[in-house]
C-alpha cells in the first residue's frame, strides 16, 4: 500500500506527491493504491475507455479484474466522440460474451470532484487508470487519493 485516504502531507507538491511519482514511474507492475475501507459486496470496476495502447491496457486489466472478482464492469468514455458508440458496443458485446454485466457511461469532466462523486454515487470498488492518465499527474493524483475510499489500480 502506497498511500491510504486520509494521510496528510505538509504542503501540495510534498514529500508524498514525490514518492508517489516516483513510485509509480518506477513500476514494472501493477501498483494498488488504497482508501480507508476495502470495498466489500458488489461494487463495480470502473475504467476510462481509451483508444493508446497505455488506456487499452488499462481496459484489459479492468475486464480481467471483473471476470475474476465476478463485479460489473463500468467503462467511463468521453461523451458525444465517434468513439462512444464504437466503445459501447465493443463492452455490450464482450458483456454478452463473457455473461456479465456492464455499462457505459458518458463521462466528460474529468476533474477530481466530479469523478469521485461519480465513485461513490456507483459505489465502485476500483478505478482502474493507466499511469500516463493526467488524473495522476502532480496534485491531481493527491487529491484523488486524499478525496476517495476506492481502489486505485495503475496500470503501467
Do not use: K
Not at 468514455?77 to 456479465?100: C, D, F, I, K, M
Amino acid at each position: 500500500m502506497l498511500y491510504r485516504a486520509g494521510w496528510h502531507h505538509p504542503t501540495e507538491g510534498g514529500f508524498a506527491s514525490h514518492t508517489l511519482s516516483r513510485m509509480l514511474g518506477a513500476a514494472r507492475c501493477r501498483v494498488m493504491m488504497l482508501g480507508e475501507q476495502a470495498p466489500l459486496g458488489a461494487h463495480p470496476i470502473l475504467v476510462f475507455q481509451a483508444s493508446d495502447e497505455a488506456g487499452q491496457r488499462a481496459m484489459n486489466e479492468a475486464l480481467r479484474l471483473a471476470l475474476i472478482t465476478n463485479q460489473e464492469l463500468l467503462v467511463l468514455l468521453p461523451r458525444g466522440s465517434e468513439q462512444e458508440e464504437r466503445a459501447r458496443t465493443a463492452v455490450e458485446s464482450w458483456s454478452a460474451r463473457q455473461g456479465r454485466r456492464s455499462r457505459c457511461i458518458s463521462f466528460e469532466n474529468e476533474d477530481i470532484a466530479t469523478l469521485v462523486a461519480l465513485l461513490r454515487r456507483e459505489r465502485a470498488g476500483a478505478l482502474v487508470l493507466p499511469r500516463e492518465h493526467a488524473l495522476l499527474s502532480g496534485v491531481a493524483g493527491e487529491r484523488l487519493l486524499e478525496a476517495s475510499d476506492t481502489a486505485l489500480i495503475v496500470v503501467p
